[in-house]
């Protein structure tokens, strides 16, 4: 059965390549550690379609980093404002005060993928 997840995650992890994936990694795995919501069994709310859409739109950095995965390039103080704009993405696990506690000049990832 196919689930869905997302959060924000660190863009400086050495083992997430962001430019340009390895066959390897773009199979299975280009995904970058977790920073919020920390624990793996929480989830912000944004699915791969609607990242999708966001990356389609023109406005953010992003591509597909995985055979399942989407993500967009923010730095801090630009997540502050992605989710003013989006709040109802934050989800039930994730509140703003955690968001506006990131460093803002500082590049995360917002990462939404498939797994199965």
């Known amino acids: 059965m196919t689930y869905y997840f997302s959060y924000i995650a660190d863009a400086e992890d050495p083992k997430f390549q962001w430019n340009e994936p390895s066959d390897a990694a773009y ?7 977790r ?24 406005r953010y950095d992003g591509k597909q980093m995985d ?12 997540l502050v404002a992605f989710f003013e704009e989006h709040p109802a993405f934050l989800g039930l696990d994730t509140s703003m005060e955690s968001i506006t506690k990131l460093h803002a000049e500082r590049s995360y990832i917002i990462v939404a993928a498939e797994g199965v």
């Open 67 to 78: 055979w399942g995965a989407w993500a967009i390039k923010l730095t801090g103080a630009q």
């Open 27 to 33: 199979r299975v795995g280009n995904l970058p550690r």
């Open 35 to 58: 920073v919020i919501p920390a624990e793996p069994h929480f989830s912000l709310a944004i699915g791969v379609v609607g990242m999708a859409k966001l990356i389609e739109s023109g």
